[in-house]
């Protein structure tokens, strides 16, 4: 089921696509190849049926028009009636009616109103069939271009119960690829300048959407922020598993979530201390630290009171890293629930005791947000020089350096300018909620959702979404969800240890190691990518569990489903491609019954219309106009009318005479310009 291209095995058959209802969203999926012979079958099939109709249509007013009492009536009615009888398709129909308009087209009256009344339900007829045999290829964009993964490797990874090394040599860079994949993804499919480089439609959503509010209070104790109103929020609002990461489940079966990023620029007057790190017989090293929290380490005595240290002085070693100047970012984050406060990690002390190992956050940092996650960024541009005076809260570079010359651009000179503090901080909370229909709100109508919390909260809080519920299996969907959802680690912590400084957007108009101009505002331009990284490695997340990638030791961490609810979410995860075309099958069951029924109908009209005639019940006028109508029979009138042959059949398909009969001759010598027929001369002198 894997082609070139498309990466991932699709299920080719009969599924149900629960975007579109249990009988709308039956969809069938095959192959292009296959599904342009249907789309031609369709076509032809769709054409067929309308020439089916036609006679259909053809029977009924001919009949409507026929006339019941056999009174003589002119020539118009009995074209009419021949064109009604005779024209093969709806097309012929109509240039035949346009012909007879033309040759009257000195006539008033009944007759011609007959004929344009005629002509305009043919015309209609005609033209719905060209369209609906044209769109009939169109059945196949009804359901859209989703399909279903269908591979043999579907589960979550976990990194429980592994020893550091395997992890290191095997999920870690599982873990961060998947971080760089869903960064370049952000920054080609989130973004308002889509390049068209990468593949942005292969997720149901092209990018999951989310508000940005520009001006938000500060998350902290206000002494901490630097702005009390030029904050920003980034809140996705409720996202459903099915319509946006493409779990395929029914509506009761699906889980809402919702997460939100609160960050600020921090001050750091009064959070940090200045000494001189010595090294070896070098002058000593100025350093800075910053003291927004503790950071305990795995000694048993070794709880550092600081959260970051840095050089404090640029130029320090502005020799050696001139050529190599770039970004540094540092990350630490602490994880808040009910008062408690879980460091980033752990890990085992030399004693052999579980020690945490990370950040515990001063109490400016918790006390706004108790349950949450507390992540601080720390940005230091190293000895790279800044080409323009940058104002920005989190980037601030006005401290003048050296004057740089341009030789290229008619010799020019520019003032540049040092990042002011030699690590800025940046804070940053996060929450989650997550929200189920299987219960209900206080108002019994909205979802029943949980507060939002932080990444350590979630197990306690989400115990109460399924409380209750009589079917106990309905807590394993949820399961299979959060297992999923977890496996990149969605938290900005996690995110920034494995891509480091590549997260930043202001690497792009990095040039010969010096930073390009900056907006006030590329501190938020920095977090709304980040945020977009982390809801697109949550899409990535979701397509890799329905068929996990082959790695070296990756099966070592895959936990297969371990239920029938999992199973069937593994099984049925939904991604867009145009390698394979889906049918909607109700479509494609309507118009094939529908076109039956008319096909059949066609066929019995006539043998009912006489079976009613044979019992009196129909008129015999337009019973016997109408077969007389026909072009075999109009033969036999013409011919019997001047007396050539003895027929028989007169109200058969095809009437015949008896063997050897000659019949009737052109004669157009007697009144040029009239053709009429006559019998053959031997005849008339064998009488």
């Not at 952000?186 to 292969?202: I, M």
């Amino acid at each position: 089921m894997e082609t070139s291209s498309t990466p991932h095995p699709v299920y080719l058959g009969v599924w149900t696509n629960w975007s579109r209802g249990p009988v709308m969203g039956l969809t069938l999926t095959m192959t292009r190849s296959n599904a342009d012979l249907l789309i031609a079958f369709l076509a032809f099939y769709v054409a067929f049926v309308g020439r089916r109709f036609w006679r259909i249509f053809c029977f009924a007013c001919h009949s409507i028009v026929s006339s019941r009492t056999g009174r003589a009536r002119e020539g118009t009615y009995h074209q009419h009636q021949v064109i009604m009888r005779n024209a093969e398709t709806a097309t012929s129909g109509v240039v035949a009616l346009v012909q007879v308009l033309w040759a009257w087209r000195t006539a008033r009256g009944r007759p011609i109103g007959m004929l344009l009344v005629t002509l305009l339900l043919a015309s209609m007829c005609s033209m719905t069939f060209i369209v609906a045999s044209g769109f009939s290829s169109r059945i196949s964009s009804l359901p859209g271009d989703e399909v279903l993964i269908r591979g043999g490797r579907c589960g979550f990874l976990e990194e429980s119960q592994k020893s550091m090394n395997t992890f290191a040599s095997t999920l870690s860079p599982y873990i961060s690829k998947m971080f760089v994949n869903a960064a370049n993804y952000a920054q080609e499919c989130y973004g308002k300048n889509e390049s068209g480089l990468l593949g942005c439609d292969t997720f149901v959503k092209k990018s999951l959407p989310f508000t940005v509010d520009t001006q938000a209070p500060c998350p902290f104790e206000p002494s901490l922020c630097k702005t009390q109103t030029a904050n920003i929020k980034l809140d996705t609002g409720l996202l459903d598993s099915h319509d946006h990461v493409g779990l395929n489940a029914k509506p009761e079966h699906r889980v809402l979530w919702r997460k939100t990023l609160h960050c600020a620029p921090l001050v750091t007057e009064g959070y940090k201390s200045l000494y001189n790190q010595s090294v070896d017989d070098k002058p000593p090293k100025p350093m800075v630290r910053y003291h927004y929290g503790k950071w305990a380490a795995l000694s048993p005595d070794s709880a550092d009171n600081y959260t970051y240290e840095y050089v404090n002085d640029p130029l320090w070693d502005y020799n050696i890293s001139l050529s190599d100047a770039s970004y540094n970012l540092y990350t630490t984050a602490a994880y808040l629930d009910r008062g408690e406060i879980y460091p980033s990690t752990g890990g085992y002390r030399i004693d052999g005791t579980l020690a945490p190992i990370g950040f515990t956050p001063i109490p400016e940092l918790s006390s706004v947000y108790p349950q949450s996650d507390i992540t601080i960024l720390f940005l230091s541009s190293n000895s790279m020089p800044y080409m323009r005076r940058t104002t920005d809260e989190w980037y601030q570079a006005t401290t003048p350096f050296r004057t740089l010359t341009h030789r290229n651009y008619n010799t020019t000179s520019e003032r540049t300018y040092l990042q002011d503090e030699p690590a800025s901080p940046l804070g940053c909370v996060e929450q989650r909620q997550f929200c189920t229909h299987r219960r209900k709100a206080a108002d019994g109508v909205s979802p029943f959702c949980t507060p939002l919390v932080g990444m350590r909260g979630i197990p306690g809080t989400t115990e109460a979404l399924l409380e209750g519920d009589p079917e106990p299996g309905e807590l394993n969907y949820f399961k299979w969800f959060y297992n999923v959802w977890i496996t990149p680690q969605d938290t900005l912590n996690h995110a920034i240890s494995f891509l480091h400084a590549t997260a930043l957007q202001s690497r792009f108009s990095i040039s010969r190691n010096t930073q390009g101009p900056l907006p006030d505002n590329q501190w938020q331009i920095e977090v709304q990518h980040m945020f977009s990284t982390l809801l697109a490695s949550v899409q990535q997340a979701f397509v890799h569990a329905a068929n996990i990638p082959q790695a070296p030791g990756l099966d070592e961490f895959l936990a297969p489903p371990a239920s029938e609810q999992s199973t069937y979410l593994c099984q049925n995860q939904k991604i867009r491609s145009n390698a394979y075309a889906s049918f909607s099958l109700f479509g494609l069951l309507f118009i094939t019954i529908l076109g039956m029924i008319v096909i059949l109908l066609s066929y019995l009209l006539e043998p009912i219309a006489g079976w009613f005639h044979r019992r009196g019940k129909y008129n015999d006028y337009a019973y016997y106009e109408w077969i007389s109508n026909s072009s075999f029979q109009l033969q036999r009138l013409a011919h019997q009318g001047v007396g050539a042959g003895e027929w028989k059949g007169a109200t058969d398909d095809v009437p015949v005479t008896r063997a050897g009969d000659k019949l009737a001759v052109l004669d157009f010598e007697r009144e040029r310009g009239l053709p009429l027929l006559r019998r053959p001369w031997r005849e008339y002198r064998g009488r």
